[in-house]
Structures are given as C-alpha cells and as structure tokens.
C-alpha cells in the first residue's frame, strides 16, 4: 500500500504557474508509475500526465492539451512527483490529483491506476 498527499494547489491569474507537490510513504516508491489527473466540476477525470522509471530511466508522456506548459518530474530519493504548471489557463481550472500504478509503465487511464490522493484545487482567473 501506498499513500498519496498533494500540495501547492491554489488561485492564480492566467499566465501564471504553479507547482504541484505529491508526497507519497508507504511501500517503495520506485516501484510505481506515477501520474497526474485532473477533475472540473460536471466532468470526468482526466489524464493530465506520467512518469515512469524502467531501469533508472525516465520517461513522460503528456496530454495535448498541456504539452510545451506542464513538466512532471520525480524525486525517488524524497518519495514524491512534482508538475510544474505554466501559461495557466482558466480551462486548467480543477482538482488535480496523483496516482501511483504497479504497471511501472506510462499510464493514462485512470483505472489503470491502484492508489490516488485526495486532490488539491487549482484555480485559474481570466
């Protein structure tokens, strides 16, 4: 088992960033696939993006939407996954959440996802 804790939610102004923060403790972290989703009101959630670590190396896949903006990086050794948010839209606006996966592959469904956070609000003013 594997627990997730998000930070670094908050208001902004289009154009702004903001870095998020996902700390996780429990079995070893290297051993997930980790990944970043994110929910608005009335919608599904969505895949926002991954990092997996095969052999040492990383790799990131992202959505559209988000490519060029958004950089998810992982800290094995401080057991967390940061997403650095820039060029913020209002369409950003959502909770955002972690999930770690025993796939130890890039994900981007979240059922194929085993355990998630309990979200951190991003809020983008136009």
């Known amino acids: 088992q594997i627990q997730l804790v998000e930070s670094g939610g908050g208001l902004v102004q289009a154009g702004g960033s903001l870095r998020l923060s996902c700390t996780a403790s429990?079995?070893?972290?290297?051993?997930?696939?980790m990944g970043w989703f994110r929910q608005a009101p009335g919608q599904d959630r969505e895949f926002v993006a991954a990092i997996s670590w095969p052999g040492g190396y990383s790799n990131t896949y992202y959505a559209d939407f988000v490519k060029g903006r958004f950089t998810i990086s992982r800290d094995n050794a401080k057991n967390a996954v940061y997403l650095q948010m820039n060029s913020l839209k209002p369409e950003d606006t959502a909770v955002y959440y972690c999930?770690?996966?025993?796939?130890?592959?890039?994900?981007?469904?979240?059922?194929?996802?085993?355990?998630w956070g309990q979200g951190t609000q991003v809020t983008v003013s136009s």
């Open positions: 999930a770690a996966t025993i796939l130890m592959t890039i994900a981007t469904m979240p059922s194929d996802y085993d355990y």
């Open positions: 429990g079995r070893t972290f290297s051993n997930y696939a």
